[in-house]
């Protein structure tokens, strides 16, 4: 008999309801994946404004929830359990996503899951590439993480074995299109400017990459600050910045460093599968070299289409699906948020 598990996330921006069918053999197939993002909200502010994300979710998490379920054209009675995310990311912007989580469960009498948003992000490719080979390596690139996990048990052993010592690869993204007169949020629009630019026209740091540094930890607030004193010095002479070719040089940099360190660190383990996942790997750069590396390595590459990659419902209803069929137990209904919940 298959089960129905809901997913809702409300971490960040984007209010995510997924419905998705666990089979008994454990397999997981998507049934509906809504979102509603308060993108637009930010875009002016050149980054996410807590108090207006939990406005938002608050106004679209129940429009959302109905949507989820009219795409999946099933009845609310049918959902056998609902995951939540209950961390990493802005306190009130959880709360809300929790709240709503506890009274469906509540009223629906289904056991709830407090999950994490990260491991979210890894339990989402299943929904596309099927069960995940134990151990895989996940290399995860948001906004707001960049992290190389090591993944034994989707439903419990995840290790992290490096990550960013300043900021995000999503963040160095958004700080850069700034410098770059670029909208928010800033891969976007680096992606489509690189497409005309030249990847080695300007040579910028690889960060983390000397014989001191730590192999599987990453940097790129160094990156960012060479991006603006480039682009800064080139306006002192009164040139046109080329912008192309600072995005494409910038995109090289960045996609560089992250499957060098992730392609070395499968093969130091003798891991066979990367995953990349996070808003980030939709980023067609990254993909590409990784897919280039990971041929190279003899390492099998997993990268969800990019709607799976950022965040979304339904990488919480898959996680919460690999729990209830791990057997693992629920979460009290006093669960609550933890912004910096680690893996
Ligand atoms: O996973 P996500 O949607 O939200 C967080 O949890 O942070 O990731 C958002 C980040 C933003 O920084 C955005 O600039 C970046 O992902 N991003 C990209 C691309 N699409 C989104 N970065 C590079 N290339 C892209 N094509
Ligand atoms: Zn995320």
Known sequence: MSRIVMGVESSCDETGVGLVRLHDDGTVELLADEVASSVAEHARFGGVVPEVASRAHLEAMVPTVHRAFDTAGLRMSDVSAVAVTAGPGLAGALL????????????????????????GHIAVDTLQHGPLPAPSLALLVSG??????RVDDIAGKITEIGSTVDDAAGEAYDKVARVLDLPYPGGPPIDRAAREGAPDAIAFPRGMTGPRDAAYDFSFSGLKTAVARWVEAAQARGEDVPVADVAASFQEAVADVLTAKAVRAATESGIGTLVISGGVAANSRLAALAAQRCADAGIELRIPRPRLCTDNGAMIAALGAHLVSAGCAPSALEV??????PV
């Open 96 to 119: 809300v996503g929790l709240s709503a989580a506890k009274a469906y469960a509540a009223a629906l009498d289904v056991p709830l899951y407090g999950v994490n948003h990260l491991a």
């Open 144 to 149: 707001g993480h960049t992290q190389l996990l």
């Open 336 to 341: 609550s948020a933890d912004p910096a919940l």
